[in-house]
């Protein structure tokens, strides 16, 4: 009876764990949603610059 009770608050400790990290990667995806792609100021593509100075595998 012990081993269920034990497996059983494993159990309900992944889930908790399982919440937390989809809650974690949820808040990740919408703050990395909010980050413009352009610099707005000055008008340049980041993602293009990036591209072009990564070296060429």
Not at 17 to 39: E, N, Q, R
Request: aromatic share 6%; with cysteine.
């Amino acid at each position: 009876m012990k081993d269920i009770a034990k497996l059983t608050k494993k159990f309900l400790v992944a889930v908790k764990v399982v919440k937390i990290a989809s809650l974690c990667v949820t808040v990740g995806a919408t703050v990395h949603s909010l980050i413009p792609k352009y610099d707005k100021i000055e008008g340049i593509d980041t993602d293009k610059l990036i591209s072009d100075y990564m070296p060429k595998e």
